[in-house]
Each structure stands twice: as structure tokens, then as C-alpha cells.
């Protein structure tokens, strides 16, 4: 079955370094997601990413935040200079576009910042 | 407005006893209410949807009511088992879950079934 991969599993980083995370959609979705989840608490919407440009974004995505399609492949999400408050669950999804409005998530990458 | 209200937190049912858990929303522009359940250390996945042209979806022992006047809707296990032992959320999106908006979850439910 397809799947959404992502890599780092977890990523340890300093303060004010910058972190790259990156995710592999369903290669035939339109549609690409990043959502934040701290720990214990509820899933957040960061972007929702179309037609290779974002096309939402909530007010967390502020601008030490980006994301990218490098290829047909990739999707990733920068964080420039990271704080101790973007420890959290970072998850990448996808959506086909037609049918349902399923969205299918990676198993996320967990983003420690010391 | 965008906020969708979720509850209880936490749920202890036992083996074979119904679990329900419930949400409500204000924004009258959402019309796709899907349920999302998570495992520890996996990501959300899609339980079950329902839109707001129908009252009740049911899909095995998992059941979505959905009360448009209400604004509110809420899930229930039948015969709830171990296995349904996960993090429940609640979600909605405006355009019938098929444009670029992302989905605005509930706070979730911790569900535990006792054997």
C-alpha cells in the first residue's frame, strides 16, 4: 500500500540552527501538508502546498518557516533558526485532490531543539 | 470561529461497552468532518468521514451523528476492544474536504478499553 515516508525519524538540533525536514508524498497526490504536533497536545496546521506554491498557511508558519518541492518527489519543510518552542512532532501529508478529502499521513519526525 | 471543541479528554470503557466521544464547530463554512485515529508513534490515520447531506455514517462497529442545527457530531464505538485503545481526533475542513485548506482538529481523545 502506498505510504508517506519521512526522514528524519528524530532529529536532535541546537538552538538557532536550521533544520531540514523532508517527506516523500503519494506519488500520485496533488496535495501536500505539514502539520505540528506537540507533545500530547492537538495536531496543528502549518501549509498546505499545491500546484508548487503554498497555498494556506496558518499564522504558526511564520517566516522562519518554508517549503519547498525540489523534484517531483520531495517535499520539505525548513525551519531557519529554530527555538526551544518548535520541539514537536512534525507531520507531512498528502492528498490525491479527487474523492475523498482523505489526507494520508507520514509517521512523522520528532524535532528535539536543546 | 476556526476552533473545533473536543471531548472528554480522556475515556476508560470497558471491553465490549460503547464509546463516544464528541465534538462541536462554529464555522458554518466547514462541510467534511472526518475522525482520525492515532496510534503512539504513528501518524494520524482516517477512521471515518461523514459531510452534513446525512445525519448517520457507519462503517463496521464505528458509527459518526452529525447535528448540523447542533453544529455538533460525535463517534461511536460498538463493542469497543482493546485494539481501538488510541488518541481520537476530530477534524473539519470548509469545500467538502477537496480544496487546499488543511483540517482543523479537535484536542483529541485518549481512549483506553479495559480488557
Known amino acids: 500500500e502506498p505510504e508517506v515516508t519521512q526522514t528524519p525519524s528524530h532529529q536532535v538540533t541546537q538552538m538557532g540552527q536550521e533544520v531540514i525536514l523532508r517527506c516523500v508524498p503519494i506519488?500520485?497526490?496533488?496535495?501536500f501538508y505539514w502539520y505540528r504536533q506537540i507533545l500530547g497536545q492537538k495536531v496543528e496546521f502549518l501549509v498546505s502546498?499545491?500546484?508548487?506554491?503554498?497555498?494556506?498557511k496558518s499564522e504558526i508558519f511564520d517566516d522562519q518557516f518554508s517549503v519547498e518541492r525540489p523534484d517531483g518527489s520531495n517535499f520539505t519543510l525548513k525551519i531557519r533558526s529554530t527555538k526551544l518552542e518548535d520541539s514537536a512532532m512534525y507531520f507531512c501529508?498528502?492528498?490525491?485532490?479527487?474523492?475523498?478529502?482523505?489526507?494520508?499521513f507520514g509517521e512523522g519526525s520528532r524535532l528535539t531543539v536543546l | 470561529q476556526q476552533q473545533v471543541k473536543q471531548s472528554p479528554q480522556s475515556l476508560i470503557v470497558q471491553k465490549g461497552g460503547i464509546s463516544i466521544i464528541n465534538c462541536a464547530y462554529e464555522?458554518?463554512?466547514?462541510?467534511?468532518f472526518p475522525w482520525y485515529q492515532q496510534f503512539p508513534g504513528k501518524g494520524p490515520a482516517l477512521l471515518i468521514a461523514?459531510?452534513?447531506?446525512?445525519s448517520e455514517k457507519k462503517e463496521g462497529r464505528f458509527t459518526i451523528s452529525f447535528n448540523k442545527s447542533a453544529k455538533q457530531f460525535s463517534l461511536h464505538i460498538m463493542d469497543s476492544q482493546p485494539g481501538d485503545s488510541a488518541t481520537y481526533f476530530c477534524a473539519a475542513s470548509p469545500h467538502s474536504g477537496g480544496g487546499a485548506d488543511g483540517l482543523t482538529f479537535g484536542k483529541g481523545t485518549h481512549l483506553i478499553i479495559q480488557p
Open positions: 461523514i459531510r452534513p447531506d446525512v
Open positions: 501529508a498528502s492528498r490525491q485532490g479527487t474523492g475523498t478529502g482523505e489526507l494520508f
Open positions: 502546498f499545491y500546484n508548487n506554491e503554498i497555498s494556506e
Open positions: 506519488s500520485n497526490h496533488l496535495y
Open positions: 464555522n458554518t463554512a466547514f462541510d467534511y
